[in-house]
C-alpha cells in the first residue's frame, strides 16, 4: 500500500481506504496535509517559544524533561470529502482519505503552559509552525489557535514522536502540536511557538476555516470532528463470494463511537457492526460485520456511525462554499459471483 498524491507541491497525500481497517496507521500511510514545502529542521537547534504570565525558550533536550505521554489520536482534515460534494468547491481535491490515526508521544500542552503559568483573562492557545508561504499576495506564517479549555485537556500533547519514531518531515519534525477531537488544522506542524492570549486570534488560517453558506445550516469556526465512519473492506468494485468480512474505522470528536450500523442493501435495512474498544477517546474504533452474501449480483455496502453525544451521520453529502465537515455515509458497490 503506498499514499494516494493529491497534490505535489506542497506535497499533499491521501491514506489509502484499506489502511483504516487498523487502529493505527503506519507512518508512512499517514495522509499529510502540507500548506507549504516542509521547512528545514535540525533538531538540536529547535527552540520552542512558550508564552503565558512568564515566557519560556525551550529546546528538544528541555522538552524531553517534562512528563512523556503517548496518546492514540484520530487527525481527520476539515476538507476530507469535499471532492464528494456537488458541486465541488474549490480547494485540495480530498475524497476519503484524509484522516488517520497514531500514537503521539511527547508532552502533554497543559503541564507547558501550566509551567509559564496560564493567564486568568487567556481565552485561546495561539500555535505557529515555521512554514510560510504566499497566499492571497502576502506571506503567511501557518498559525492556528485552540480554544484554552481544549488546550489544557488531555488530548492536546506536544509531540516529537509518532508510532514510536520520530516525527516524519512532513508530519511536523521535530515538534507539533496534536489536538484530539479538532480538525487537523488545530494540529500544527513544525511548531516554534505556543501563546496564551486573552483574545480571540484573527490568523489567516483561523478566518478560512469556516463553515459558510452550508446547507445544514452550519455557520462558524469549524471546530470539532463531525461523526463518521468509512469502510476499509471490501473496496468499491470488488468481486466477493460466500462469508465476506466488511471492516472499517469510525470516529467522531464529540464522543465515543457507540454504534456502526451496516446496510448491505443500499441503506434500505441496517444491522450493528460489531466494535472493538477504540485506544484513547481521540482515536478511530475499528468496526466490523460478517455478511453472508446472498445470490449473484450488485450490492450497495453502506455504513454510518453515532457518537456518545447522539450525532450520527447525514445520508447524503452537506454541502459549503470552502467544502468542509463533510461526513455523509460510505457507501462501497460490489459484485457477489457464484
Ligand atoms: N505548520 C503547519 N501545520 C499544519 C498544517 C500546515 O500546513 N502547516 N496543516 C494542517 C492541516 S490543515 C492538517 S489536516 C494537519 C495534517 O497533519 P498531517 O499532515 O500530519 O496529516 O496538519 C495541520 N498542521
Ligand atoms: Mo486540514
Keep these: 500500500m503506498e499514499l494516494l498524491p493529491v497534490e505535489q507541491d ?54 524531553k524533561r517534562f512528563p512523556f505521554e503517548e496518546v492514540a489520536v484520530t487527525l481527520e482534515c476539515a476538507g476530507n470529502g ?41 481565552v485561546e492557545v495561539v500555535a505557529t509552525g515555521a512554514d510560510s508561504g504566499e497566499v492571497d499576495g502576502s506571506i503567511e506564517q501557518y498559525s492556528f489557535s485552540v480554544p ?26 521535530p515538534l507539533r502540536l496534536v489536538v484530539g477531537g479538532s480538525y487537523g488544522m488545530a494540529s500544527v506542524k513544525w511548531l ?27 455557520s462558524g469556526p469549524v471546530g470539532p470532528i463531525l461523526v463518521r465512519s468509512l469502510m476499509a473492506r471490501p473496496a468499491e468494485g470488488d468481486r466477493v463470494s460466500g462469508e465476506v468480512e ?3 474505522s469510525a470516529w467522531s470528536g464529540l464522543g465515543a463511537i ?25 482515536a478511530a474504533t475499528i468496526w466490523t460485520f460478517r455478511w453472508s452474501a446472498p445470490g449473484p449480483g450488485s450490492y450497495e455496502l453502506v455504513c454510518r456511525a453515532t457518537d ?23 457507501s462501497v458497490s460490489v459484485e457477489v459471483t457464484d
Design 10 to 63: 506542497p506535497f499533499n497525500a491521501e491514506t489509502p481506504l484499506a489502511a483504516l481497517d487498523a487502529a493505527v496507521t503506519p507512518n508512512d500511510l499517514f495522509y499529510v496535509r502540507n500548506h507549504f514545502a516542509v521547512p528545514s529542521a535540525q533538531e538540536a537547534l529547535w527552540r520552542l517559544q512558550v508564552a503565558g504570565d512568564t515566557r519560556q525558550e525551550l529546546s528538544l533536550d528541555d522538552l
Design 82 to 122: 469535499r471532492e464528494l460534494m456537488d458541486p465541488t468547491p474549490e480547494g485540495t481535491p480530498w475524497r476519503w482519505g484524509a484522516v488517520a490515526t497514531a500514537r503521539f508521544g511527547g508532552t502533554p500542552l497543559s503541564d507547558l503552559l501550566t509551567s509559564v503559568g496560564v493567564p486568568g483573562d487567556g
Design 148 to 173: 484554552l479549555d481544549i488546550a489544557m485537556s488531555d488530548g492536546a500533547i506536544v509531540a516529537w514522536r509518532m508510532n514510536g519514531d520520530p516525527l516524519p518531515p512532513d508530519h511536523g519534525f
Design 192 to 218: 516554534t511557538s505556543l501563546a496564551i492570549t486573552a483574545k480571540p486570534f484573527a490568523g489567516h488560517f483561523v478566518g478560512r476555516y469556516r463553515y459558510e453558506d452550508d446547507s445544514a445550516g452550519r
Design 246 to 248: 466488511l471492516t472499517g
Design 258 to 282: 457507540v454504534s456502526v450500523e451496516v446496510s448491505t442493501d443500499g441503506g434500505d435495512s441496517w444491522a450493528e457492526a460489531e466494535l472493538q474498544e477504540a485506544e484513547s477517546r481521540y
Design 308 to 330: 456518545a453525544a447522539g450525532n450520527t451521520q447525514p445520508a447524503l453529502s452537506t454541502w459549503n462554499s470552502l467544502g468542509y465537515g463533510n461526513n455523509h455515509y460510505h
